[in-house]
Each structure stands twice: as C-alpha cells, then as structure tokens.
C-alpha cells in the first residue's frame, strides 16, 4: 500500500508562532486528508485535499499531487493547537481506505 | 447530527475473554473503517466496508478478529479469545468523502 512519511516528528513553538508540517506520500493518491488528534484522544478531520489548496481560519494546506507531497500550515498558534496532526492517503486500489502516516507531535506554549 | 458512536468508551476484560466492539456511523456515509492505534504501530487499518460489504480485511490481525456490518447503522468488531497484546484504542470512522472518526474504544486485556 501506499507509504505515508511526515515530517518534522516533534515540534515545540511558543504562542503566537507559526509552523508547516510536511506529508510525502509513495504513490499517486485519489485521496489525502490532514487530523489533528487533541490531547484526550479525538481524531478531528481538518481538511480532505488530493489536491490544491484550502484554508480554514488559521490552517490552511496544500497538496502537490505531481510531487507527491502535503504541507499544512498553522499560523498564530494556539495552546489549543496542541496534539498530533496525522497525514492519511489512499491510492486508487484501496478506495477510501486511509494509509496514516506516523504523525507530527506539536506543543504550543504560552 | 451525533456523529460516529462508539460503544463501550472504555473496556478492561481478563485475557481469554471474548470483547465486542460497537460502531454506529453517520447516517447517508456508506464507507464504515475499523482502526486500531497503539504506541509502537500508530494507526492500522484493520478492515473496511462499502455499502456494508467486507471489502478489505487483510489488516485484521488474525483469526481471532472478526467483523460484521448486519446493516447501514451498526458495525461491531470481536475479538475472541482477547490477548494482552491487543490492548489498544480502536477507532471507527465513516466517511461520505471526508473521515469523521468515533471517540474510540480504549481495550486493555489484563
């Protein structure tokens, strides 16, 4: 199946700072979405983007489909932002069903 | 709308003792996934289904697992007999295009 790498693993920002996670993905993807999993345990769905780019309030990503990457920006971080954003795909032998990389650990402090 | 339900929240249960896992997904979302997240192996697909059909189920991890979808509201996942190494948070997710995941199981076989 499709390999999903993401990078940096850990991240510390103070608040106020912004940040860019990074996805590559092995293969040509028909789907590819960006999670943040909270401190108690939640997977939140925050963006499904094969490609392009979209924006919500202070996220916003970018897929690159020819160039097999994702990137998500958070800008003007929160303490909230905290937890693990995970990068999922899926190629078009599997369906819908979601390869999730390993994860970015973020920490915001005050 | 209540989003993906998930049934018991939390289940602690004696090794050799059969475990069941209740899934209730969002009604018109005809893709139901079953997850498993542990520390050492992150988030695996263990099976999928469409329209309430097993499409995929290469990743449950034996005989022991065993999953069934009887209609388009309730999906539950078994495992029998329960091993200590199968203590996990197992997720369900079902999706229209987007994932929306339940709040987990968290399962530790004792």
């Known amino acids: 199946g499709i390999q999903v790498e993401q990078s940096p693993p850990d991240l510390i920002l103070q608040e106020g700072a912004n940040s860019t996670l990074r996805c590559n993905f092995s293969?040509?993807?028909?789907?590819l979405q960006w999670f943040h999993q909270n401190p108690w345990g939640q997977l939140i769905n925050l963006f499904y983007?094969?490609?392009g780019t979209k924006q919500n309030g202070r996220l916003s990503a970018t897929t690159v489909a020819t160039e097999r990457y994702s990137l998500l920006y958070i800008s003007s971080s929160q303490t909230t932002d905290s937890g693990v954003y995970f990068c999922?795909?899926?190629?078009?032998?599997?369906?819908?069903?979601?390869?999730f990389g390993k994860g970015t650990s973020l920490l915001v402090t005050p | 709308d209540a989003g993906v339900i998930q049934s018991p929240r939390h289940e602690v249960t004696e090794m050799g003792q059969e475990v069941t896992l209740r899934c209730k997904p969002i009604?018109?979302?005809?893709?139901l996934f079953w997850y498993r997240q542990t520390m050492m192996r992150g988030l695996e697909l263990l099976i999928y289904?469409?329209?309430?059909?097993?499409?995929?189920d290469s990743g449950m991890p034996e005989d022991r697992f065993s999953a069934k979808m009887p209609n388009a509201s309730f999906s539950t996942l078994k495992i029998q007999p329960s091993e200590p190494r199968d203590s996990a948070v197992y997720f369900c997710?079902?999706?229209?295009?987007?994932?929306?995941f339940g709040s987990g199981t968290r399962l530790t076989v004792v």
């Open positions: 997710a079902s999706t229209f295009c987007g994932y929306t």
């Open positions: 293969d040509s993807v028909n789907n």
């Open positions: 983007i094969p490609s």
């Open positions: 999922a795909a899926a190629d078009g032998n599997s369906g819908y069903a979601l390869n």
């Open positions: 009604s018109g979302h005809n893709s």
């Open positions: 289904f469409n329209n309430n059909v097993p499409i995929d």
